[in-house]
């Protein structure tokens, strides 16, 4: 008898554990799950920013009972949803990513670096230009070509920043949003919570809006700089190949003075005037060029 009472306590000991083991289960799973990490540098539980709510085990419908709490994924984050492209993802790539983190700086910060690249680019046009004008007598329209160079480049170039944070604007501000699950022909649509949609449009609000607020007079004001250029190099621009058309070879023969500044230009180097153009060079095969 006492070895049968041993034998049965001994099963009901191993059937306690089994239970004890399954009922801990899930809080092993939810101390071990990547979510519930800690961010490092801020101290913000992934939990928070992702939209995770908080719930007991008791009660599916979300309201607090029991000494177990547990948290669960809304509908939002279920397995099919990509992370990356989550609203609140999104925005926290275009805060960090190269010359996009720039919309975040203050105005007078973004005009300076806004003033460096307009001159990189002012300086490559006007190299590309001296290929077509000669340097330094066609000094104007080669200048004006470096100044639209820089602004038509400039006005792209802030466009591009501009369209990226629209974009994540745009996504924050949306109830449901569409995904691709591996970006070919399986794309899905997710209806976000409602946690989640108030986070995004907090974000929205506070840190996206007031950034496109910045930025719409800076592109405004780069595109009419871009606009302008482009008509004074049209006015100033003048026919680097002018000595070369037909009509202008008539009036060589008519004009005196037409005739003598061509003279001069040709004399200054002892070449001819092909030798000045790479297109009128490549058709004479560069003979009496070198």
């Known amino acids: 008898r006492i070895l049968h009472n041993r034998g049965n306590t001994g099963g009901n000991m191993r059937v306690s554990l089994i239970a004890l083991t399954l009922a801990g289960l899930p809080t092993c799973v939810a101390a071990l799950s990547p979510v519930h990490t800690v961010h490092a540098r801020s101290g913000i539980s992934w939990r928070s920013v992702l939209g995770f709510s908080r719930v007991h085990m008791s009660d ?48 007078a910060a973004l005009c300076v670096r806004l003033g460096i690249v307009y001159a990189v680019f002012a300086g490559v046009g006007g190299s590309i230009a001296t290929a077509s004008y000669e340097w330094p007598t066609d000094i104007v329209p080669i200048a004006f070509a470096a100044n639209m160079g820089g602004w038509v480049t400039l006005l792209i170039f802030i466009l591009r920043i501009y369209g990226g944070w629209n974009f994540v604007s745009e996504r924050l501000a949306q109830e449901v949003l569409d995904y691709e699950e591996s970006g070919w022909a399986d794309g899905f649509l997710s209806k976000k919570p409602e946690e989640v949609r108030a986070r995004d449009q907090f974000l929205n609000e506070f840190t996206v809006k007031p950034v496109l607020s910045k930025l719409k007079p800076v592109v405004a004001a780069i595109a009419v700089a871009a606009v302008l250029s482009v008509g004074l190099f049209k006015v100033f621009e003048g026919n680097p190949d002018q000595q070369y058309e037909p009509d202008y070879l008539q009036t060589l023969q008519m004009d005196d003075k037409a005739a003598a500044k061509e003279s001069a230009r040709a004399a200054k180097d002892n070449k001819p005037a092909y030798c000045r153009d790479r297109y009128y060079k490549a058709v004479a095969g560069g003979n009496m060029c070198n």
């Open 60 to 107: 599916p419908g979300g309201e607090q009972s029991g000494d177990e709490p547990r948290f669960r994924a809304p509908a939002l984050l279920e397995r099919r949803v990509p992370v990356e492209q989550q609203a609140a993802v999104q925005l926290k790539e275009v805060q960090s990513e190269l010359f996009y983190d720039w919309a975040g700086l203050s105005l």
